[in-house]
């Protein structure tokens, strides 16, 4: 069993950065890929990036490459997702998952966390 839970989430204003952290507990997460998906309202839950196992290798959907680091620190079980440059349409609540898998896929995961609201003002 995986426990995750989102924090680092908040309102900031449109070019700056947040950094969201997950941190999970259950012996097995190292052997984890974990993902970060985020669902805007009224809209279905979209993929943003993913991290494997060890961390060397990292994989982004297209609106947030070059704005968006994932990274995981092991002996912390946690994944972080480093936000820069952000824009309006990055507003919406951030989902870590995380299960036996490296997809970019919701149904692929198996745990969820409660999720994190990331509000960008114009």
């Not at 991290?51 to 002996?75: H, L, M, Q």
Request: glycine share 12%; charged share 20%.
């Amino acid at each position: 069993q995986v426990q995750l839970v989102e924090s680092g989430g908040g309102l900031v204003q449109s070019g700056g950065s947040l950094r969201l952290s997950c941190a999970a507990s259950g012996r097995t997460f190292t052997s984890y890929g974990v993902a970060w998906f985020r669902q805007a309202p009224g809209k279905e839950r979209e993929f943003v990036a993913v991290i494997n196992w060890s961390g060397g290798s990292t994989y982004y959907e297209e609106p947030v490459k070059g704005r968006f680091t994932i990274s995981r620190d092991n002996a912390k079980n946690t994944v972080y997702l480093q936000m820069n440059q952000l824009k309006p349409e990055d507003t919406a609540v951030y989902y870590c998952a995380a299960d036996t898998t490296y997809s970019a896929r919701v149904r692929d995961y198996g745990y969820w966390g409660q999720g994190t609201q990331v509000t960008v003002s114009s």
